[in-house]
């Protein structure tokens, strides 16, 4: 891999890279490039050395971070691609094989390539510039020279001596197969450090979480046709609702007038099977701002649990869900902390409704 990441002019920088991979090697990449904020006050900027003009830029926020007693500054932003070899300076060769995928750096064939990074590299270590990489792979690690990895997500400090010992990434593992380290849910104390950027990356390489020309938004309050969007998501309608639209002997005709044209398909079905009802007979209330305890109640739902049949009573949904251990009573503290419900914290309960339902599923 090219460890030309960023040119710091004071080599004091930070760069780091997480990347989610799909089945059919999508994905996103979350590229964060930092220098200390003395220098960037004196009018020094990191200047990324790849073009990301390729990918689709999905999000993008100014941040400031603490390393060790230094204050650094700089930008983070995601972007999505289409195939994993798209991105330029992630030099890897993909092979598969019967389900098998093997991502291997390139400089391990360019011997002379190899040398000339492990020389940058230990100069920028030397200098206190940071540089790692992240990748979450969808599937179960078989071999990898990381010096990290967990549940499908391996870690590379690029800088580190016995990385540069080797001079390359490298990493093969089962397509769709379960990790072998069981999963364990974010421990109920450490809510508040939360990655909810890195969850919401996760739920859109899922397909649950979309984006707009502004990124996620997730300080942007919850609007109920969001909230059902992502309600018809988790229930895995997409082939039934394409069935629905296209099926004209049905005739349902939706009574909502303040619908947007591209929520009308799932409104549409979601009204039509009974499962969502509008504020009056012909408003939806699309841009109602959603409560937690709204779109808690649909999470409940869609676990089995009806509030019509009296399993729950919906403006205590969230006590609801601490009842039955999809969330405790730290993520109930923390996301009501606040009256308004963003999208944002529509993410970790998301998050939190997936692995819940998924240790169900193991437990049957």
Same mark, same amino acid.
């Given at each position: 891999m090219a460890l030309g990441l960023m040119f710091v002019l004071t080599g004091c920088g930070v760069t780091e890279f997480y990347i989610v991979l799909n089945d059919d090697l999508s994905g996103t990449i979350e590229v964060v490039d930092l220098i200390d904020s003395q220098y960037a006050e004196e009018g020094v900027e990191s200047r990324e050395a790849s073009d990301y003009s390729q990918l689709k830029l999905i999000s993008e926020e100014n941040i400031q971070r603490e390393e060790n007693g230094v204050t650094m500054v700089g930008a983070k932003k995601v972007y999505e691609f289409e195939s994993f070899p798209q991105i330029q300076n992630i030099e890897f060769t993909v092979k598969e094989e019967n389900g098998i995928v093997e991502l291997t750096g390139i400089d391990a064939n360019d011997p002379e390539k190899a040398q000339q990074e492990k020389q940058m590299?230990?100069?920028?270590?030397?200098?206190?510039y940071k540089a790692s990489l992240s990748v979450k792979v969808p599937g179960k690690i078989l071999e990898t020279n990381a010096k990290e990895h967990k549940d499908g997500e391996l870690y590379w400090d690029l800088l580190d001596e016995s990385f540069l010992a080797d001079g390359r990434l490298w990493? &093969?593992? *089962? #397509?769709?197969?379960?990790?072998?380290? #069981? *999963? /364990?849910?974010i421990p109920s104390d450490q809510v508040k450090e939360y990655d909810i950027e890195k969850l919401? !990356?996760?739920?859109?390489?899922?397909?649950? %979480? &979309?984006?707009?020309? &502004?990124?996620? *938004?997730? /300080? #942007? /309050? !919850?609007?109920?046709v969001e909230g059902t969007l992502v309600y018809a998501r988790l229930l895995g309608l997409e082939e039934e609702i394409a069935v629905f639209v296209n099926d004209t002997t049905i005739g349902y005709a939706m009574p909502f &007038?303040?619908?947007? +044209?591209?929520?009308? +398909? *799932?409104?549409?079905? !979601? +009204?039509?099977?009974? %499962?969502? #009802?509008?504020?009056?007979?012909?408003?939806?209330?699309?841009?109602d701002k959603m409560s937690d305890q709204q779109f808690a109640t649909l999470l409940l739902r869609a676990s089995g649990y009806s509030d019509t049949k009296g399993d729950f009573v919906w403006n205590q949904a969230m006590d609801k869900a601490v009842e039955i251990g999809m969330i405790d009573e730290a993520d109930k503290t923390f996301i009501q902390k /606040?009256?308004?419900f963003t999208r944002g914290e529509m993410a970790i309960l998301v998050y939190k409704f997936r692995f819940y339902n998924k240790c169900l599923d193991e437990k049957l």
């Open positions: 590299s230990a100069m920028l270590r030397g200098s206190g990493v &093969k593992y *089962e #397509k769709g197969a379960s990790a072998v380290v #069981k *999963e /364990e849910p919401a !990356l996760e739920l859109h390489a899922a397909g649950i %979480l &979309k984006g707009s020309d &502004k990124g996620f *938004e997730l /300080e #942007k /309050e !919850l609007t109920r &007038k303040d619908v947007p +044209n591209w929520a009308k +398909n *799932e409104i549409s079905y !979601l +009204n039509y099977k009974g %499962l969502v #009802k509008g504020v009056a007979p012909d408003m939806f209330g699309s841009e /606040e009256p308004s």
